[in-house]
């Protein structure tokens, strides 16, 4: 059916409103929506400054105070950070990888997935965050006897 020029409807005086006048979208909420994203993007910058951090710090380790054998000898009653392998340093390393990844993750389900999925990343990848700089923060001098 063809309408007539200048007419928005079949029936003016009406006050049906069809389907073609209708706003079909649906809209999410936007209520903290931009704090959220804040969030997301200061974490995921945050996670990178700290990977970044962790892969620098991470080939040198212990050295030059290192008890590997070379100039070092072997000697019981020292901390972990005296010895370039021990599992610890690969520990923060997969910690400090993990918060990025799941920062990253946080960053891309921020306002597009549940509210229950955006809580969960940003939450695990703040504790991971937090759990890496308390660990390296706290962790004991290659220098110094246990």
Known sequence: MRWPRGATSAAPESE?????EADLRVRKPTT???????????????ALVVLLM?????????HPN????????F???????????????EAQLVLGWGAFLV???????AGRR???????????????LAAWIVWVTLQPSPVRMA
């Open 66 to 73: 290192c008890f590997d054998g070379s100039d070092h000898t």
């Open 32 to 46: 903290g929506l931009r704090a959220v994203r804040a969030l997301a993007w200061a974490t995921a910058l945050t």
């Open 16 to 20: 049906w409103v069809g389907w073609r």
């Open 75 to 89: 000697e019981a009653g020292h901390v972990w950070t005296a010895y370039p392998s021990s599992w610890q340093w």
């Open 114 to 128: 549940t509210r229950w999925q955006t809580v969960a990343s940003l939450g695990l990848a703040l504790a991971l």
């Open 103 to 109: 920062a990253l993750g946080g960053l891309y389900v």
């Open 54 to 62: 962790e892969i620098q710090r991470d080939p040198d380790r212990c």
